[in-house]
């Protein structure tokens, strides 16, 4: 079954940096969803992304969240100055025809550490 | 505002029984998820429904519009349904809101 794969799974970086993180959504899909959840909490919404642009996004995407599909396979979320808080699991997600006709297919992750 | 609510926050059973695991929330929906969350952290979609009944398996997902209000059922409980349950609503503005997970034990 196709799957929605996320690298890397462990970035570790330095407060003030920058880090990429990577997502190959399943080919036919369409929608793109990025989420986080910081250890302990619930899983938050961070930002949706069709037809090439952000369709949504919450008060967390501020102006150091970016998202981009540079090419037909890649869907990436870039934080530009990390932060402590920026410390957690960040989740990739798609899906064919939006979120209120078809499932979502979620990758494992990339979890974030921020020192 | 959009809120979801999971109950219990903890549940532990013995192999073989009957779970529920209940999701309420307080206005009007597009449709709602039921996640499963793996220790070491992969989510995957069990069911996405907006009215009615859904069966895969030994999972069964219900949802009653009129009372805004979701279960998760599993029948003949196994050791490998432990996991995290997610509850996850859209309340059609295009962001999913998620409740805080019920973490299932099954014990052998």
């Known amino acids: 079954e196709p799957e929605v794969t996320q690298t890397p799974s462990h970035q570790v970086t330095q407060m003030g940096q920058e880090v990429i993180l990577r997502c190959v959504p399943i080919s036919n899909h369409l929608y793109f969803y990025w989420y986080r959840q910081i250890l302990g909490q619930k899983v938050e919404f961070l930002v949706s992304f069709y037809n090439n642009e952000i369709s949504e996004k919450s008060e967390i995407f501020d102006d150091q969240f970016s998202v981009e599909r540079p090419d037909g396979s890649n869907f990436t979320l870039k934080i530009r100055s990390t932060k402590l808080e920026d410390s957690a699991m960040y989740f990739c997600?798609?899906?064919?025809?939006?979120?209120?006709?078809?499932?979502?297919?979620f990758g494992n992750g990339t979890r974030l550490t921020v020192t | 505002k959009n809120e979801v609510e999971q109950s219990p926050q903890n549940l532990t059973a013995q192999e073989g029984e009957f779970i529920t695991i209940n999701c309420s929330y307080s206005v009007g929906i597009s449709a709602l998820h039921w996640l499963q969350q793996h220790p070491g952290g992969g989510i995957v979609s069990l069911f996405m429904l907006s009215s009615g009944k859904k069966k895969h398996g030994r999972l069964i997902a219900t949802i009653n519009i009129q009372e805004k209000h979701s279960s998760l059922h599993i029948t003949a409980s196994h050791p490998r349904d432990s996991a995290v349950y997610i509850c996850a609503v859209d309340f059609g503005n295009e962001k999913l809101t998620f409740g805080t997970g019920t973490r299932l034990t099954i014990i052998p």
């Open positions: 997600a798609s899906s064919d025809q939006g979120r209120e006709v078809s499932p979502l297919h």
